[in-house]
């Protein structure tokens, strides 16, 4: 009997005798996860705890993310192992084709990363919903346009759906798609760990946009006990979602690091690794052994809320210093998790722009993973004013000082490179040059923060506010839109619109230094944060300070604009290389195609090397490699 | 491995029998990926310990251990770490003979179960006759609680995913074809004893 | 003796560290004379500045007024310690001075004891037991076991009031130390068996778990050791407050050395990579066809 067309892929299990057709798509998913809720939560309820009914929601949410995961295809591999069957590891193809793919499990690194694009675009878009209603209700001091308590929930939302967003925004995107081809390689280590890390990235969102339906979480993303022990159930989205997003962090560092260590190409030794990612591999290193120590303090919450275990309460032998200490271990390398890939992104980029090598590569690679090893012992400087031994504080003071070291090398490094360089400014550029300069205010605040003695009045104000701000809006996200200029052409064969691009710019670092930097003078005010009422002479300021929000997040509508406008409603395809840069990516067609390299390709020159008329090419990408052995780059493909 | 020609769908089959996916590859890349992925699973029961030490230093309202709180009985808990042992011990010896002898690497592999069933099992009993209810309070019974869930519910997994290599420990096999695979799931496997018997000797005799 | 900082106007007087330290300089005196100046150039200047600025910092953590203050003050007495492991002995590991103070012996009695050591086979498992004991990872276990056991209060309370056995920690602490920065800096004519990038973890390991050892000092919340039984401090805190210090001090200022080391030594395997992809050479071994 003729047996059909069979496939090796997600969703179709090969044997040698059947052949079972599981349709797995999101749908399925969605199908699912709602399934899985109810079941979740008469399961949690049927147990009949003391726990404000918290064991049917977190068992509703775990079950609801696991089925949703199942629904999508993740099963289909481990089942079809578990059966018996005869599987192939490796993924043939993708399930589902042509636009339909991006909806679906996909174990293409490149369509994962076009899949992180949206999804954190998206997220960042509820994020600044959350900002603006923030804003809006800080228009009027007294009485407030929001009540306490929903205006609490509201900061929580914003401020966890933007830590979603802040952890993965640069590594899910762009250090999916472009690590691979930046060492030469046509696969991940772990594409299904990979496609699984991106998957878990929805039902976080989701979980967490269903808490005011809970009541909300009035304990902000630090979820601080005891707040968080007597919150409702809308803390529970808590729990789930941020675990699901550090359980992505886990996978995703475990994928990234092994394929940076074991798959590079010929010539790829670490020296010749682009900066862009030895940020990439540094915040990994940090995203794997940081996040399951969050992981164990919000499933201790999780106890807490259900088996009525009391790891934080300290009338019953727990104590709330335990989560502080706890969630500041992971806290404080999260917040590297954020900085170090847009310090590749922004190390990368400046070369290519200015027309000149990176000044400083080891230099640079040691910033990195200075600051990678620095984070490790920092973190108690949250807790300056929340309980810290005050003996122990000035010890943290030095070493939160001395990480100011290796970020200041890194900046050293981006100036070396822009001295008497040709800078172009093109759009990304530009943003560059935004980053520099909010990241230098930023990290400067962060100093006198890092001091006991001006953190004692600064702590919980608005000028600790303004510097994060600093550091991660006008730090991170500002190098994330310099890397979806640079790299929209690659990855989605449109270019953005240049003309918008340098519009969105000057309006963005307008109107977000407008609004951020008053709020260094309303900490210095002593406006405290989270509070929903202030004191009256406030209000001018923070009228101004909200305003120059709202525009601010219409420059981004702007800029969502420009994308949607550019990816579906124009019909020229970009270039392969418009920037006419050196990097290996830029060398390949695009559109890229299912594999990267027809011939794995054997680096023979750094992509830096602008101004160097005896430059080698960054690689050898076609010809017959005369590195015989092991068959590199020799073997034909199968057709 | 086999090559007979498959399409995808409508899209070429590039990359199955692509060299990037020969499992020499696959096998370098396990053995590294498995280290990595124990060392962050390692931190998971790092802060749990943490938890232990740091809440019995505080000692908060004298309730580290109150009176209701006992040691549970350390012949319970001795039991579930010896066979947590012998069933790390028992998927080693499986997975070293998965390429040469899929039989006796099965052989293995069905005892490492049987021996994580029983572990599971003795764990449950042990819970339901712990001699102290968490919600009683007390620092200690919620860390044990909390410690002893966490590894057994990794151990749950690692016994269905020891499944999955009974079933492909055959002559056609995926992990006969991949004993690095085997290999690296061993490996995790002796990292949950050693934190097995860690937290025995932390939690029953401190 | 005044409590307080006083003290510090009183020099101890330790016979057992200043007839060391004279004996060492000695013999590095006596062993270096005869040799042609400049003989190794300017590395020999550094090497020889290091191992006097090795002697003179032990001088200063033992033989100094802090020795005074240190009865007194936990922290102080922790900053002693970590002038001895991580100041003295990697200066004297970067000195290198074995073989010179070697030469400092009469010929006659160094054949008489390297020529049975090295040759005679009824010596052969003091060999093989020399081998098996300096391996990387034996001298990690040994120097972490010192450092912790040192560290049981029925034991460091034994150094406080014994001062033979103080003396002894000492003596230990400085020679497994020596010993641990032996396996990072190459003693000639020993060898490191580490590579680079092995050395960069080697001390990211150690630093990790004086990091363990330091929390629990900082964390605790009774003190552990007899100098609670002083009735007063310097400064009039507490002695909780003072074991805090102390476990501040071994975490932060004590992990400055490791974090340089762990520094220069990602610098140069860096250097090493750079090296291996100009000479065509794979540097990275086990670099897989990737694909």
Partial sequence: MAIAPIVDGPSIIQSSERRIVVPTNILTGIVLAVFGYWVGEQLGNSFLLNDAQNTGVLLGYSFASIMFLVGVGFANYPLARLFGWRVTPQPAGDDHTGAWRYLNLSLDHKVIGVQYLVAMLMAMLFGGIGAMLIRTSLLVPDPPIVAPDKYLTLVSMHSVMMIFVASAAIVGPFGNFFVPLMIGTNRMAFPRLEALSFWLVPPAIVILLAAPIFGGFQTGWTGYTPLSEQADQGFDSYIVGFTLIGLALVVSGVNMLTTVIRLRAPGMTWIRLPIFVWGVFSASILGTFAAPILAAALIMQGFDRTLNTTFFISSAGGSPYLWENLFWFFGHPEVYIFILPAFGIILELLPHFARKPLWGYRTAVVGLLGVTLLSWFVWQHHLFMSGIAPALRPFFMFSTEMISIPTGIVFLVAFGTLWRARISMSVPMLFCLGFLFNFLIGGLSGVFLSDVPSDVTLHGSYFSMAHFHFTIVGGEIFAIIAAIYYWFPKMTGRMLNQTLGKIHFWWMMIAFNMAFMPLFAAGLLDMPRRVSTYAVDLQTLNDWVSIWAFILFASMLFFAFNVIWSWFFTFKVAPANPWQVRSIEWMLPTPLGRRNFEKIPVFTGSPYDYGNPGAKPVADLGGPSDLGRRGFGAEPVPS | MSQQSQQSRGLPNLVASAPEWSTDVDARVSSVGMWIFMGANAMLFVAFFFAFFYLRALNNADNWMNIWTVHPRRYIGGIIVLLLVACAGLVVMGARSAAKAPSTARMFFWLALLAGVLCCGFQVYEFKHLGFDPQMGGGYASVFVGLKSVLMAEIVVAMIWLGTHIAQATPIGDTTARPASAAAFGNFLVMLAGVGVVAYLVLYFI | ?291
């Fill in chain 3, 1 to 291: 003796m005044p409590p307080g900082l006083g003290v510090l106007a009183y020099w101890p007087f330790e016979p057992v560290v200043l007839i060391g330290v004279e004996l060492a300089a000695v013999l590095y005196v006596v062993g270096g004379m005869g040799l042609s100046r400049g003989r190794h150039g300017s590395a020999g200047r550094w090497r020889a500045a290091a191992f006097w600025l090795g002697l003179l910092t032990i001088l200063v953590a033992l033989q100094s007024p802090i020795e005074m203050l240190a009865r007194q003050l936990f922290w102080v007495h922790m900053i002693q310690h970590l002038l001895l492991m991580v100041v003295a002995a990697p200066l004297l590991a970067l000195a290198s001075p074995w073989t010179q103070m070697w030469r400092a012996l009469p010929l006659r009695l160094r054949r008489s004891v390297a020529r049975p050591l090295f040759l005679q086979p009824r010596l052969a498992w003091l060999r093989a037991l020399y081998h098996q004991v300096s391996r990387p990872s034996v001298i990690w276990v040994l120097a972490t076991a010192n450092l912790w056991l040192w560290h049981l209060p029925p034991l460091y309370d034994l150094t406080l009031s014994n001062h033979l056995v103080h003396h002894l920690e000492h003596t230990l602490f400085l020679v497994l130390g020596i010993a641990f920065w032996a396996q990072l800096i190459d003693q000639r004519p020993f060898r490191s068996p580490l590579g680079t990038l092995e050395r960069a973890g080697y001390v990211f390991l150690a630093m990790v778990q004086s990091w363990g050892l330091a929390g629990v000092l900082s964390f605790a919340t009774v003190p552990f050791y007899s100098y609670a039984l002083l009735p007063s401090r310097p400064g009039g805190i507490s002695a909780l407050t003072d074991q805090q210090l102390a476990g501040g001090m071994m975490w932060v200022p004590g992990a400055i050395t490791y974090s340089i080391a762990l520094i220069v030594f990602l610098f140069r395997w860096l250097a090493e990579e750079d090296l291996g992809g100009q000479l065509g050479v794979r540097a990275e071994k086990g670099q897989v066809h990737g694909g």
